[in-house]
Every structure is written in C-alpha cells, then in structure tokens.
C-alpha cells in the first residue's frame, strides 16, 4: 500500500531563507506525487505534480520538487521565503500506481515564516 | 470554472440535529472524494465515489455518517443524529485524473 511521510509537522524560517519540506513516500508501483497548500480558512490547493515526465517539477508561487526514486523522496523547496508562504503544506501520493483516484496524504507540514 | 462549490459555509446545530452538507463538483470529472479536517486526526478520507458509484468507504466514522451520489453534479454528505464530536471542517474534492481539486469547505460546529 501506498504511504506518506512528511518530517517535520512544524518548519520555521527566515524571510528571504531556503524553504525546504520533506517528503518521503512508499509505493510499490509508479506514482504520481502532489504537493499541496492550505491557507488559513480555506480549501487544498494544488502546488505541483510529478506525473513521470521531468523529475524536476516546477509549480506555483515559485516552488519546486525534485523525484529521486533511489531515495524514495519529493522534498518541496524554494530558495527565497516570503511571508506570504505561510501556511500547512501537504504532500500526496496516488494509491494504486499513475491515474489512480485516490491520494493518500501526509499528515501536513506547517510552514511558519519569521519576519 | 468555478470550482467545487459546497455548501453551506458553515454550520451551527446541536447535537442530535441531521446535518447535510452539500457539494457540486467541476463538471466533467468523474471522481468525488468527501474529507473530514480536525485539529487532532488531520485530514481524513470518509467516502469517495467514481461515476457516481461509492468505491470506497471505509473512512465513514460509523452508521450515523451516510454519503449520497445521485447524479454527476450534486453529492450530499448527511450525519444524523450529530455529536460534539463531529465538530469539523468538511472538505469536498473532485478529479479526472488523479489530481484532486478541493472546496472551500464547510466549517461545522456540533453544539
């Protein structure tokens, strides 16, 4: 079965510091992985996607990911925080390999950002 | 597009109360999903349905939870009779192909 996991449940950084977020995923099959970000009082929303094409994902607001299959891993990075990252990141992967409905999703990773 | 719609917003009731919350997927996906958000358990998949039909609902809390798919556009998540504990944020999310997009959520407080 599928599973994520994400180190970390609270990050802090400087503004203008590297984001980084960890990810850490099982999958007996190919996956598709998601990153996904929730704002305060509203809904997920999605990031990026890795779906097997560049193993290096680039999505909005100026974040990316990188697909290390040897390392099982999809951390989340950005080079420069700014305030307005603040929020609860949560990293997915599809149960039942590629196109497969269902996501299971980590337990989320609370980015703060410190002025 | 407007997205996935739920409805209402938020709710206030009290215990015992029926509950119903509604959503209106992207139209010409196929797949909808209903999650339950809390404080101490996260995010939770209750229920996901694929061309109306419920795959999957082994995340649905017990008996009192009932989830409805009647056609392509209109889902219906009902609790009856409600507790305090199910004092939550209430997330809808429909897809095509793996990727899943989300509702604003409704926000229910079980008094």
């Known amino acids: 079965a599928q599973s994520v996991t994400q180190l970390g449940s609270h990050v802090s950084v400087s503004e203008g510091a590297l984001v980084l977020l960890r990810c850490n995923y099982s999958s007996s099959v190919p996956p598709y992985l998601f990153w996904y970000v929730q704002y305060p009082n509203q809904g997920l929303q999605l990031l990026l996607k890795y779906t097997s094409a560049a193993t290096l994902v680039k999505g909005i607001n100026g974040f990316e990911a990188e697909f290390k299959k040897s390392e099982t891993s999809f951390h989340l990075t950005k080079p420069s925080a700014h305030m307005s990252d603040a929020a609860e990141y949560f990293c997915a992967v599809s149960e039942g390999g590629q196109g497969a409905q269902k996501l299971v999703f980590g337990q989320g990773t609370r980015l703060t950002i410190n002025p | 597009d407007a997205g996935v719609i739920q409805s209402p917003r938020h709710e206030v009731t009290e215990m015992g109360q029926e509950v119903t919350l509604r959503c209106k997927p992207i139209s010409g996906h196929n797949s909808l999903f209903w999650y339950r958000q809390t404080m101490m358990r996260g995010l939770e998949l209750l229920i996901y349905f694929n061309n109306n039909v419920p795959i999957d609902d082994s995340g649905m809390p017990e008996d009192r939870f009932s989830a409805k798919m009647p056609n392509a556009s209109f889902s219906t998540l009902k609790i009856q009779p409600s507790e305090p504990r199910d004092s939550a944020v209430y997330f809808c999310?429909?897809?095509?192909?793996?990727?899943?997009?989300f509702g604003p959520g409704t926000r229910l407080t079980v008094l």
């Open positions: 999310a429909s897809s095509f192909w793996g990727e899943q997009f």
